[in-house]
């Protein structure tokens, strides 16, 4: 028997139902997980997404045909049952559903179970089959509570104010950043300010009625402006460029997963390295394929063999899946759609 | 072990230099002598010898964390370093230690070389249970031996001083040698005054940097000295109260392994110390490196080693005359009396007077330059006659002017990842030269790309992979680089047949095929001239 869903050169396929799954090329019916740049690309005819991911969609795919679906609506694509179910990663993202005859598989997309206020909170979805990302599929990415990085966040910022610097936080544009000013609201002082990309994107957020403190467009100040004590959130592309230079005196700053390995952050040359992601741990990651009840995993996206060899340590039929962002020059991606955290090594 | 593991980490998370010196003031004007001495210690590069084995730390962590040995492996890969690798993989410890660093080291670090396995496995997990994330990671730096903080020498001599208001020179001088970590040790090291140390001490080396600028912007040439830059053992000899005492620029005490030097030394006048280079010496010019090294490496000197590799001490500085501290003088009239005093000696095959380069013009200082490789001489230092005898790293009395080094087109055939900053990344590369149809691997570098082109590098890598040897690709043989080394010798050792001193990659050749890069017979070629002296 042929597999319900399987990688084809344009991307995750399902043959009876014919369409894809954050398809990597055109295809003439995407169905989205979410609107990070790996999973979403533009050229489909038709694109399927929750009804949460739609306003960020819009922004990052210019002039897209989108049909949306609420959480656990079940919709019909040639025979075969589909469901959206929140994956908690960054706003509208989604789990799918897809059942044929029975059978019941879920494709997680990225996904956290961490509680976060930008998005509704991750539900494990029983399922016969569970492809699963593996983005940090090592027992050495343990976070810490997020209540202890935001904490220390603050405490950076606020020591930058009184040496009469500024803040520069670099932070993936789409989820992260408008989770870091969620996460600052209340429990730091002073004024955010935001590099373009992300500001776009706080503005979809709050039309989507995520409540997010006041921001301003570090563009819009005037030349002069006195930067101390500003928070700037920017994305990592910003990172070393000439946009920086008017922030004069400064502490820079990445907040990441990867952030939880030293040589990681030496290797960014930034002064700081927050750990804070928006995918799975390793204990979240293994916790969440048991909750799933799936007795067959595939894993992709990340570090797939040590994660499959884990499976099948603790008897699971598990199995690697390839997918395009591995291998693949990041080169070939532009900027604005580097993955979240940016390339996953392996 | 909290407030040391917080300086670790104070440092370890700015780029500013004046952060660094700064929080390392704050410690050292807080803490307490005992712990002070080893913070001096560790941070100035001090290791404990022979601890724990690492296999054993790796196992009894993969016991403590459930985590079983591939995957273990495998996060090894990850991270690169494996003190940080286990302090990430233990579960969270419940408690956290108060006790000083001075307790840690001694009841702990420097007790567990010499106890019974089980004893240090006690000791070890009772440290993993009672200290928190960054503790953790720190005390597995110290047991490992790999404890290493981004600080040079002369930050930490700089907040020394600032916390103690000592002159820096003081510091420094008083820090030089063998510096044992003792509170009493400490007290000494910050007190007031300038009280020199014990007879042993060496003074600080004065270091120079590479010239940065044109030969002419620097003066008249009248104004300096160039003598030929060596590539042996930097070393200083003092004779004092009849005694000998050799030391390298590293604070190796390295008496020992030159008797022929402490031989020739009894002719020196007591209160005396020469700065030079230790360099194996025969017919007039140095041997290859290696030999010194081979020398170096014996446990036993034998009188066959010692007549297979005669070594001489090129001296060019004085920095005691007569028991006087003479390095504030001016550099001409130091080295008068170092002329007068090795004249003097009847050793004078042992001790060489570092010979002036005769210049009128700029011009002329260039074409000797050239000359530098057949004379054995890896370039020209350019020394100020009125310079004193600095401390340290410092500009403007002396430069270094090193040979542009050998550089070949070759071939990467390996990857692997690097460590610590760069644990993610493919970042060493071995690299082949081509031999008919065939390719020989002949050297491996690290260093010489952009953080920009390592990472297009390194994707590179992950879509060519040919096969995979644990963390070792082999790639197809299609990236040429041009690499840069310092030496080139013959070595048995090596598939090649030949052996290059610090190799670097100074441009990616991406306009080069891989069916242009050089041969073997070009890299003998450049080994024939370098052994021949030019001939």
Known sequence: ?346 | MKRFAKLFSEIDTTTRTNEKVDAMSRYFTHADPADAAWAVWFLSGGRPKRLVPVRMLATWAMEESGVSSWLFEESYHAVGDLAETIALLLPDSSSSSDAPLDEWVRDKLLAIGGASEEKQKAIVLDAWRSLGGIERFVWNKLITGSFRVGVSQSLLVRALSRASAVPEGTISHRLAGDWRPTAEAYQKLVAEGTEAPPESSPYPFYLAYALESELEDLGSVDEWQAEWKWDGIRAQLIRRNGSTYIWSRGDDLLTERFPELVEAAEWLPDGTVIDGEILPWRDGRPLPFAQLQRRIGRKNLTPKIRSEVPISLVAYDLLELNGDDVRDKPMSRRREELSKLIQSTNAESRFLLSPIVAASTWEEIRTAKEKARDLGSEGLMLKRLDSPYGVGRRKGGWWKWKLDPYSVDAVMVYAQPGHGRRALLHTDYTFAVRDGDTLVPFAKAYSGLTDAEIREMDAWIRRNTVEKFGPVRSVKPEQVFELGFEGIQASPRHKSGIAVRFPRILRWRKDKPASEADTLDSLKALLARAEGGGS
């Open chain 1, 1 to 346: 028997m042929t597999d319900l869903l399987r990688t084809t050169d344009r991307g995750l396929y399902c043959e009876v139902g014919d369409f894809y799954i954050d398809p990597w090329m055109p295809v003439e019916r995407a169905i989205i997980t979410h609107a990070h740049g790996d999973h979403a690309r533009w050229g489909s005819s038709t694109y399927v997404c929750s009804t949460e991911c739609e306003r960020v969609l819009r922004t990052r795919i210019y002039n897209a045909n989108i049909t949306t679906r609420s959480w656990n609506e079940t919709f019909h694509i040639n025979g075969v049952t589909l469901s959206f179910h929140p994956a908690g990663h960054i706003l509208g993202s989604a789990q799918i559903r897809v059942v044929h005859r029975g059978e019941r598989w879920v494709v997680s997309g990225d996904y956290k179970t961490e509680p976060d206020p930008t998005c509704t909170p991750f539900e494990p979805v029983r399922c016969d089959v569970f492809i699963t990302e593996s983005t940090f599929g090592l027992p050495i990415y343990r976070w810490t509570p997020q209540s202890e990085t935001f904490a220390d966040i603050a405490a950076w910022w606020r020591s930058n104010r009184e040496a009469g610097r500024a803040s520069i936080i670099f932070a993936y544009a789409l989820g992260k950043a408008q989770r870091i000013l969620a996460g600052l609201a209340n429990i730091a002082e002073g004024r955010f300010y935001t590099h373009g990309a992300v500001e776009r994107l706080n503005n979809d957020y709050r039309e989507g009625g995520v409540p997010l403190p006041p921001t301003t467009y570090a563009g819009s100040v005037s030349k002069n402006h006195d930067w101390t004590g500003a928070l700037i959130i920017a994305p990592p592309s910003a990172g070393g460029s000439t946009w920086l230079r008017r922030f004069g005196t400064s502490s820079t700053a990445f907040a990441s997963g990867w952030m939880r390995v030293r040589g990681a952050r030496r290797r960014r040359s930034v002064d700081r390295g927050f750990v804070l992601s928006d995918h799975v741990d390793w204990p979240a990651l293994m916790e969440t394929i048991d909750a799933t009840g799936a007795e067959r995993v595939l894993v992709t996206h990340g570090y797939r063999d040590p994660v499959v060899r884990a499976l099948r340590e603790k008897g699971l039929d598990a199995d690697s899946l390839a997918s395009r962002w591995e291998g693949e020059g990041e080169s070939e991606l532009q900027e604005d759609i580097v993955p979240d955290d940016e390339v996953a090594p392996e």
